[in-house]
């Protein structure tokens, strides 16, 4: 029994037990105060998190009560329903949650689905530096910038459960690393796995991942001549073709059977705004806990600047430089094909991260000076190849540049203009996170070679040193964009106790089309004729004019069409326009005012989030007027 548990229990395991019990003490610290309130608050004010809620609400609903399987919940966006799938269900998080939102609810399973997504990917990561340098150190400290880096940080604070499911791209990597290295075609069914469990995280991944995957399979995999003769790369690649399929197909075929219609894509001037700029990457860490607060004014303004949030952190880039220059001078070809192959893995994701045009340090693109004459004949060629020329054509918006200035298109425009599902890629800057993976690996590679160079207590005083450097420059302890309590506010508690079934209607559309609106409707068990998620029902949309203009004669036979009985007012989102508003509702005689609610403040703790938007928090506490829609 002794001789089978020193087996088990060995050096390889002993070490892999500790990197594990690593990053599990850094994910407590560095979500904290997350640990506190895992049952009853989410990090971050009330945004996508609260979507996610719903969704997770939905399904628990659907599970439990409806004993089926369904993504269609005909009670949002009354009457037409919303279909969970036109958006991220982010399947792979759910399986790891399911028992926990079963069993404890939707508030406990978004909130442990965070904390494994910190945990696994920092152990993900570390298990594939570990594979390529056998080094503890490099592995760990890997992971500590792969979890923690500003991205994910920031992301978590947008509330974006979806971006947070990296934990399967390192795997992913590691199938193919194995699969080149050993040349068995069954590795072929992990890629393929480890592709579709990133995929079933976030269908951003996936399109990411689908495209640079094979970029780096054919930069590692030269000379392509051993490869293609082989019976067994082959056989892999039809096995991880296979297997992602199978997984993913169910799970994206609602959403590619709605591609066609034009609400599931986005124009190109709102995707060129979401381009990533050059300066977003050399920027000090906007999340760190001592500097942020001055970083972060470099995206004072921007109301998702979170998006564009993609600093690398200076610490990881002289280790990845370390690691790169000492791989690439190394004796051994396989290193430096995979560092190649890496090179251009990153070169490649950063390019299309920057977007459709470039962009300096603004969401407007840079404006290049040219001769006189060169500015009006680069329009005229643009808006022809942009409107006329393109598989997935649309407007062209940039016919009010600056006189006498072009602006430089950037290969994600041909993506966009002839890729199918392009047009659907809203946020361009997201692709930087696969810059991050790199930077993580090469880093590995860097601080395994240093601590290499040492012995006994002096290589274990170096990794502990550059390993919390790293925890340093990535520190964001407490979390600083608040902590949002998870509790019904009064105008939903009042819609619960009303014993009608008539359907719910709030306005302004700016706070109604929203995360937490959405959330109260599976408080209070009302249909809702609103609702939220990346695309709307099109028949939804071809009256969102109208309803805007309440409370016109026609937005309110509308209401009376889709069987309204309440509409709450929030006076404040208004603006000027409330007492106008408040006014004409008032002199209706068929709206009654029934109710006036004070909100309650959930959200709490903030340290610079609503500072660098720099705008008013469409879900800010504020006064909710009822009115009850008078049947004719």
């Given amino acids: 029994m002794s001789r089978v548990l020193s087996r088990v229990w060995d050096e390889r395991t002993r070490q892999h037990v500790a990197a594990l019990a690593l990053f599990a003490l850094l994910t407590a610290i560095m979500t904290w105060p997350l640990l506190r309130h895992i049952g009853t608050a989410l990090l971050g004010p009330p945004q996508d998190n609260y979507y996610y809620l719903s969704w997770f609400a939905w ?47 939707e508030v406990a399973a978004y909130n442990v689905a965070v904390l494994l997504s910190f945990l696994l990917s920092g152990l993900t990561m570390y298990l594939l530096v570990y594979y390529l340098t056998g080094n503890w150190w490099g592995g760990v400290a890997s992971g500590v910038i792969y979890a923690f880096c500003p991205y994910r940080m920031a992301h978590l604070g947008g509330g974006q459960l979806p971006l947070l499911g990296t934990q399967w791209l390192p795997l992913a990597l590691w199938g193919v690393e194995r699969w080149l290295r050993e040349k068995r075609w069954t590795v072929g069914i992990w890629v393929g796995l480890f592709y579709a469990l990133t995929a079933l995280s976030s269908w951003y991944y996936a399109f990411m991942a689908g495209l640079l995957l094979p970029v780096y399979m054919l930069c590692r995999a030269r000379p392509w001549r051993a490869y293609l003769r082989e019976r067994s790369a082959w056989l892999g690649a039809i096995a991880a073709v296979a297997i992602a399929a199978l997984l993913v197909l169910p799970a994206v075929w609602p959403t590619i059977r709605l591609s066609g219609q034009e609400a599931m894509s986005y124009s190109l001037q709102f995707v060129d705004r979401w381009s990533g700029s050059i300066a977003d990457y050399l920027l000090p860490n ?27 952190g200076w610490v990881p880039l002289l280790l990845a430089g370390a690691g790169l220059w000492l791989a690439r001078t190394t004796d051994h070809a396989a290193t430096r094909r995979l560092v190649s192959a890496l090179v251009w893995l990153a070169a490649i994701a950063f390019v299309l991260s920057l977007g459709t045009t470039l962009h300096w340090r603004d969401v407007s693109p840079v404006q290049i000076p040219v ?26 918006h940039w016919s009010a540049v600056v006189p006498g200035h072009i602006v430089l298109p950037l290969p994600a425009l041909l993506f966009y203009l002839y890729v199918p599902f392009s047009n659907a890629m809203r946020v361009w800057s997201r692709f930087g996170f696969f810059v991050m993976l790199v930077v993580a690996i090469l880093a590995g590679f860097g601080v395994g070679a240093l601590v290499r160079r040492w012995r006994g207590w002096r290589s274990w005083g170096i990794g502990t040193a550059l390993v919390a450097l790293i925890a340093f420059e990535y520190l964001v302890t407490p979390f600083p964009y608040g902590i ?147 049947k004719r």
């Avoid at 369904?70 to 998080?93: I, L, R």
């Avoid at 942020?292 to 979170?306: C, D, E, K, M, P």
């Avoid at 109604?512 to 408080?523: D, E, K, Q």
């Fill in 286 to 312: 906007p999340v760190q806990t001592w500097w942020g607060s001055i970083t972060t004014r470099f995206y004072a303004g921007q109301r998702y600047f979170y998006e564009r949030v993609l600093a690398l």
């Fill in 371 to 396: 001769p006189a004459g060169v500015d009006r004949a680069f329009t005229r060629l643009m808006f022809n190849w942009i409107t006329r020329w393109a598989l997935n054509p649309s407007e062209y």
């Fill in 59 to 105: 399904l628990r609903h659907a599970l439990h009560d409806l004993r089926q399987l369904t993504t269609f919940d005909p009670g949002v966006f009354h009457p037409f329903g919303h279909d969970y799938a036109t958006s991220e269900t982010t399947w792979a998080n759910v399986a790891l949650v399911l028992p926990v939102l079963l069993w404890q609810g």
């Fill in 484 to 630: 949002s309590e998870v509790r019904a506010q009064p105008a939903t508690a009042w819609l619960q106790a009303q014993a009608d079934d008539g359907a719910v209607m709030e306005l302004p559309l700016s706070r109604a089309l929203s995360g937490p609106s959405l959330y109260a409707a599976y408080t209070h068990g009302k249909r809702i004729a609103h609702g939220y998620g990346t695309f709307f029902p099109q028949e939804w949309v071809a009256q969102r004019a109208l309803l805007e203009a309440f409370p016109s004669a026609e937005s309110l036979a509308l209401l009376q069409e889709w069987g309204v009985r309440y509409v709450l007012l929030a006076a404040e989102s208004f603006g000027e326009a409330w007492e106008l508003v408040a006014q004409q509702a008032g002199a209706s005689s068929e709206l009654r005012l029934v109710a006036i609610l004070p909100e309650m403040e959930l959200y709490q703790r903030d340290r610079w989030f609503v500072a660098t938007r720099g705008t008013a928090l469409p879900f800010a506490a504020e006064t909710v007027y009822v009115y009850e829609v008078v």
